[in-house]
């Protein structure tokens, strides 16, 4: 994907990451060239802490 802010969805993202707080997302463009990486943002870890849970129900049968 070409990357100008012309087109209409680059402009939104453009837009959208100008107005994010850094420490709300991380960006990472990478382009054609070897060295065109653009990074923006400093997001690392989540702010919540996520967890696994699993339940079984179990029903005995009527008689």
């Given at each position: 994907?070409?990357?100008y802010e012309e087109f209409?969805?680059?402009g939104?993202?453009?837009k959208l990451l100008a107005e994010l707080d850094w420490s709300d997302f991380l960006?990472?463009?990478i382009g054609?060239?070897?060295d065109e990486i653009d990074t923006r943002g400093s997001f690392r870890d989540p702010?919540?802490?996520p967890w696994h849970q699993q339940k079984h129900n179990h029903t005995r049968p009527h008689d």
């Open positions: 994907m070409k990357w209409p969805d680059v939104f993202v453009e960006f990472i463009h054609e060239e070897l702010p919540f802490k």
